[in-house]
């Protein structure tokens, strides 16, 4: 269909110990043909604030303890925001070894932009998966390993619910998921596993042709997963930066429309599905409390729930 808008995403899951000034540097190259950027590991003020530039807007939380992780920015000229916020994915903790840092709850950075000149809207979301689950890390088998996975799964499950209650409540034309996945999506298991989590908010993964190389060593572990957009050009690994040990990748999207979930589908907290019918109380839109959206574990294992006795930052 002539005339659908079409924009420029790039991704890159940075490094934290990098400098402000190499991220800065690769920030001018990526905005110079882009106009969305999705970035991970900048949660250092100094880090954060190279987000700032002209002809520029952004959202990196203020709040701290790892809502911070997570960056999204865009052309003002091509999109206006809407809303922006931080939402916590899992409350799951696990220990650390000698090396590695002190972990703290996934958290996904979103925004709903408005593309300027068609008045599409488009929700973005970008989150840092825990790493060292797939298999070659230190301990395989060990209760570290196993408190990794969960953690991984109960915030995939955290996110993949969020995203499509947002999507109810905000109709948004088109979505798209960016993340840091710390798996590798070359391997059909994990492909696998996302589509069984991401079909309920109707996502799918932008990646379909695979290069030799990867985002990490030749392992593709960022990526994008989409809905009411097309791929038009990409994805496609840039060079190597200084800013991160990871490359980025760029994907140039057209805004279709029509990401609306049905009508006649919801998220029941009572169940931890999401099911067909009326809402399970009978009556409005009123299943989704996004003040008091909170991920629990329980001993059983993993279940997104909602506790409304305290909000969850």
């Known amino acids: 269909m002539a005339g659908q808008p079409q924009f420029t995403h790039v991704h890159c899951s940075s490094r934290f110990d990098r400098s402000a000034e190499s991220l800065e540097t690769d920030l001018d190259a990526w905005m ?3 106009s969305l950027i999705t970035l991970t590991e900048i949660s250092r003020n100094w880090r954060s604030a190279t987000l700032r530039e002209k002809g520029w807007g952004h959202f990196n939380a203020s709040a701290g303890g790892g809502a911070d992780d997570c960056g999204i920015a865009w ?13 916590r994915l899992s409350t799951m903790r696990f220990p650390t070894v000698p090396g590695y840092r002190p972990i703290v709850p996934t958290y996904a950075a979103t925004a709903l932009l408005k593309h300027v000149s068609s008045d599409k809207t488009l929700l973005v979301s970008c989150a840092h998966m825990p790493a060292h689950i797939e298999g070659h890390f ?8 196993r408190a990794r996975k ?6 995939v499950d955290g996110w993949s619910t969020m995203v499509l209650n947002q999507s109810r409540r905000h109709k948004p034309d088109a979505v798209l998921v960016v993340a840091d996945w710390n798996l590798n999506l070359k391997y059909h298991w994990v492909r696998e596993y996302f589509h069984d989590h991401w079909k309920k908010a109707g996502l799918k993964g932008a ?10 060593g030749n392992r593709i572990i960022d990526g994008s997963y989409i809905d009411g957009l097309e791929v038009t050009d990409g994805p496609e690994l840039l060079g190597v930066v200084r800013s991160s040990d990871h490359r980025p990748y760029r994907e140039t999207l057209k805004l279709l429309g029509g990401a609306k979930p049905e009508d006649n589908r919801f998220y029941n907290p009572a169940t931890g599905h999401v099911e067909k019918g009326k809402e399970w109380w009978g009556f409005g839109d009123y299943q989704y409390d996004e003040m008091f959206e909170k991920v629990k574990v329980t001993e059983e ?3 997104v729930t909602f ?6 930052y």
Request: hydrophobic residues 25%; without cysteine; glycine residues 8%.
């Open 150 to 155: 969960r953690a991984y799964t109960s915030a």
């Open 301 to 303: 294992g993993t279940v």
């Open 32 to 34: 110079a043909h882009s």
């Open 207 to 216: 990646w379909q042709h695979f290069p030799t190389g990867g985002t990490h």
């Open 75 to 87: 052309r003002t000229d091509t999109w206006h925001r809407k809303d922006a916020f931080a939402r």
């Open 138 to 145: 230190r301990y395989p088998g060990t209760e570290q390993w």
């Open 307 to 312: 506790d409304f006795d305290e909000p969850p």
